[in-house]
């Protein structure tokens, strides 16, 4: 069996770790507050178990504080999804550290490029993210699309991160 990986951030009590199942509850509720906004596609529970080994969290004090998740999507694309820290957290780096960790991992698995579709593309632009046009991005990317009750009028931002991968 596979040991967990905690990585410890100075600036930061807690540990950013891979997300387990005890982690799925308070997974969706930080997700749902976001989803009630409409900033985030909802997540349910039963989705959520199916994919927890895809998804890093930061915990503080035995509380999640936030997740993200990577999902590979072909053979040289992933996407970075569900980004989602607690609200009074913003400006502490966790967000940055779980993207990075995201990417990381895509780099270990031998992925060119990564994407992302979403509200905060500045926020993704400080980590390398570029702009493009959702259309260029292949029809897999989609499936999550069809759930969402602004489809097929995205109104979020593309964005892709070449890896460096050959």
Known sequence: MKEPVETKVDALPGIFREAVIKD?????KLIQVFADKDLMLKRH???LYETVREYNVYEEDGKI???????????????VRSLAVEESNFGRDIGQTLVRMALDEARRLGIARAFTLT?????FEKLGFQEVDKST???KVWGDCVRCHKFPDCDE???ILDLGQA
């Open 137 to 139: 991005l292949p029809h």
């Open 45 to 47: 529970a039963n989705e």
């Open 24 to 28: 799925v509850e308070a997974m969706q």
């Open 157 to 159: 931002t593309g964005m």
């Open 65 to 79: 504080l936030g997740l993200c998740g990577l999902k590979v999507i072909w053979k040289d694309l992933a996407e």
């Open 119 to 123: 509200y905060v593309p500045r926020f």
